[in-house]
């Protein structure tokens, strides 16, 4: 891997300020080619300890910085981040298999939490409340919550750790973050700068290993630890909130979806086409906010899906890498194959299948953005989670039925709605059970605004100033005379 930065290319976990190596490690590979990457050492549940322990030293020291001295070395983790960022894209492409120029997009996003808490975190006011008594005083303060432990997935190997480590460490809170062990190679990128930027030892620390299990449980039970992060599935998610629970901590949850996206008959149809296509080949569709079920007015149906499959069968396949490409592989060759079973037990149940439908000659982690039409509400591909390139097409004539069949799911992370009636757009964005609703447009997240889900999509919000509060606890003080 030709890098202009070399010593941002690491293969140790980062443990209290030191990379340190294990007894084996673990392949990391190219999801395009196959290509060994590298191998990175293998942490054990003894490292896991280790690295709570490191964080646990390290609180009182950070917690004790004024607001502006963390902030200070946050914006220089920022900044050493913007000016690697062609580096950290070449690493997250290669690991992960999204295209560069989408790669540079994430590295950006992710960087822009780092700031943005860094200037937030001066801001973490208390207040004063007229008393009950005029022998007494009242007044709360915000404080950090302690070490915060973090499990993180591999479509979002960047991202998905500022937009936790970042509004954590402005707290004046410490980390121990497990990254996926398909991609761990961007976390360790990002450890490194954090680092050169001067966050002192043990404030944040990285441990990869392959016994996801164990080191799970000294995540969510070692008792130092007060507060556990997670974003990845919602079954793997119920299973670390139940670990948690035998020490009550705090947890945020950012977890499973299955997005609707609703095309009314008075939507502009280039706008919900160009929406649809941005939410859904994404990344290959391996994002959590992913259109799931596209539901179109039974007035405009033909016209939106030949639009769609015109547009979807421009978008160029191949290593991100490879100039124009727009859509790379899945993360592994087993997601492909997921994704197969879902288009296949859908056309055994009816649906059609207007593109794709196959996989591709490029790499066996290749499969064809595919769009479906024929779709019903209790085939498997309306049902599970996507994670893949595929676009089911279903049909609607009303409202209210639309309404109700968008939020007959368990999840409840984001939804997406086409119409240019404004009265329209209001009543369906509030009648739809989700923590998220897009209205004309298919990207939404940004660091300022809070993300997250209802029902069995999560716990919490990641971004905005709810962001930052789940990483405080609220002391009331009270004082008599």
Same mark, same amino acid.
Request: charged fraction near 20%.
């Given at each position: 891997?030709?890098?202009?930065?070399?010593?941002?290319?690491?293969?140790?976990?980062?443990?209290?300020?030191?990379?340190?190596?294990?007894?084996? =490690?673990?392949?990391?590979?190219?999801?395009?080619?196959?290509?060994?990457?590298?191998?990175?050492?293998?942490?054990?549940?003894?490292? *896991? /300890? *280790?690295?709570?322990?490191?964080?646990?030293?390290? &609180?009182?020291?950070?917690?004790?910085?004024?607001?502006?001295?963390r902030a *200070?070395v946050?914006?220089?983790?920022?900044q050493?981040?913007?000016?690697?960022?062609?580096?950290?894209?070449?690493?997250? #492409?290669?690991?992960?298999?999204?295209?560069?120029a989408?790669?540079?997009?994430?590295?950006?996003?992710?960087?822009?939490?780092?700031?943005?808490?860094?200037?937030?975190?001066?801001r973490?006011?208390?207040?004063?409340?007229?008393?009950?008594?005029?022998?007494?005083?009242?007044?709360?303060?915000?404080?950090?919550?302690?070490?915060? #432990?973090?499990?993180?997935?591999?479509? &979002?190997?960047? *991202? @998905?750790?500022?937009?936790?480590?970042?509004?954590?460490?402005?707290?004046?809170?410490?980390?121990?973050?497990?990254?996926?062990?398909?991609?761990?190679?961007?976390?360790?990128?990002?450890?490194?700068?954090?680092?050169?930027?001067?966050?002192?030892a043990?404030?944040?620390? @990285?441990?990869?290993?392959?016994?996801?299990?164990?080191?799970?449980r000294?995540?969510?039970?070692?008792?130092?630890?007060?507060?556990?992060?997670?974003t990845?599935?919602?079954?793997?998610?119920?299973?670390?909130?139940?670990?948690?629970?035998?020490?009550?901590k705090?947890?945020? @949850?950012e977890?499973?979806?299955?997005?609707?996206?609703?095309?009314?008959?008075?939507?502009?149809?280039?706008?919900?086409?160009?929406?649809?296509?941005?939410?859904?080949?994404?990344?290959?569709?391996?994002?959590?906010?992913?259109t799931?079920?596209?539901?179109?007015?039974?007035?405009?149906?033909?016209?939106?899906?030949?639009?769609?499959?015109?547009?979807?069968?421009? %978008?160029?396949?191949?290593?991100?890498?490879?100039?124009?490409?727009?859509?790379?592989?899945?993360?592994?060759?087993?997601?492909? /194959?997921?994704v197969?079973?879902?288009?296949?037990?859908?056309?055994?149940?009816?649906?059609?299948?207007?593109?794709?439908?196959?996989?591709?000659?490029?790499?066996?982690?290749?499969?064809?953005?595919?769009? %479906? =039409?024929?779709?019903?509400?209790?085939?498997?591909?309306?049902?599970?989670?996507?994670?893949?390139?595929?676009?089911?097409?279903?049909?609607?004539?009303?409202?209210?039925?639309?309404?109700?069949?968008?939020?007959? =799911?368990?999840?409840?992370?984001?939804?997406?709605? @086409?119409?240019?009636?404004?009265?329209?757009?209001?009543?369906?964005?509030?009648?739809?059970?989700?923590?998220?609703?897009?209205?004309?447009?298919?990207?939404?997240?940004?660091?300022?605004?809070?993300?997250?889900?209802?029902?069995?999509?999560?716990?919490g919000?990641?971004?905005?100033?709810?962001?930052?509060?789940? &990483?405080?606890?609220t002391?009331?003080?009270?004082?008599?005379?």
């Open positions: 891997m030709e890098l202009a930065n070399p010593d941002l290319l690491r293969k140790q976990n980062y443990i209290n300020g030191q990379w340190r190596d294990s007894a084996s =490690t673990i392949e990391v590979r190219d999801p395009a080619s196959g290509e060994l990457l590298a191998g990175v050492a293998d942490a054990s549940p003894a490292d *896991a /300890e *280790a690295a709570v322990a490191a964080a646990h030293a390290a &609180f009182p020291a950070w917690r004790d910085r004024t607001a502006g001295e *200070a946050l914006k220089r983790w920022y050493l981040i913007m000016e690697n960022v062609d580096d950290l894209a070449r690493i997250l #492409t290669l690991e992960q298999g999204k295209p560069l989408e790669a540079k997009g994430e590295i950006a996003y992710g960087a822009s939490y780092i700031e943005w808490y860094a200037e937030e975190c001066r973490a006011y208390g207040q004063t409340i007229p008393t009950h008594n005029p022998a007494m005083r009242l007044h709360t303060i915000r404080q950090p919550v302690g070490v915060v #432990t973090c499990i993180t997935p591999w479509n &979002f190997p960047n *991202a @998905m750790i500022t937009r936790k480590a970042a509004p954590a460490l402005a707290a004046g809170c410490t980390v121990v973050i497990k990254p996926a062990s398909e991609t761990p190679l961007s976390a360790l990128a990002l450890c490194q700068l954090a680092e050169e930027a001067g966050l002192p043990g404030t944040i620390n @990285m441990v990869v290993g392959s016994d996801s299990p164990a080191i799970g000294v995540l969510t039970q070692d008792e130092r630890v007060a507060k556990f992060t997670f990845g599935s919602t079954a793997v998610g119920k299973l670390l909130m139940a670990q948690c629970a035998s020490g009550v705090k947890m945020s @949850m977890l499973g979806g299955n997005a609707p996206f609703i095309v009314f008959d008075d939507a502009d149809l280039e706008t919900a086409v160009s929406a649809c296509v941005a939410t859904k080949m994404r990344n290959a569709g391996q994002t959590c906010v992913s799931n079920r596209i539901y179109v007015h039974e007035a405009v149906h033909d016209e939106f899906v030949e639009k769609l499959r015109a547009r979807v069968a421009e %978008l160029k396949i191949g290593h991100g890498y490879d100039e124009g490409v727009t859509v790379g592989p899945l993360i592994h060759r087993r997601a492909a /194959e997921r197969a079973g879902l288009v296949q037990d859908a056309a055994a149940a009816g649906a059609r299948i207007e593109l794709g439908g196959d996989f591709l000659p490029e790499g066996e982690s290749y499969y064809a953005p595919t769009v %479906l =039409t024929g779709v019903t509400d209790d085939m498997r591909i309306a049902r599970e989670e996507i994670f893949g390139p595929l676009a089911p097409v279903q049909k609607f004539s009303d409202e209210a039925d639309v309404i109700r069949r968008a939020n007959d =799911t368990p999840y409840g992370l984001a939804a997406y709605v @086409m119409s240019e009636n404004i009265h329209r757009a209001n009543r369906v964005v509030e009648a739809l059970e989700y923590g998220m609703v897009a209205c004309n447009a298919g990207v939404f997240s940004t660091t300022v605004a809070p993300f997250g889900g209802s029902k069995e999509s999560g716990i919000r990641e971004g905005g100033v709810e962001g930052m509060a789940e &990483f405080y606890e002391k009331y003080c009270c004082y008599g005379a």
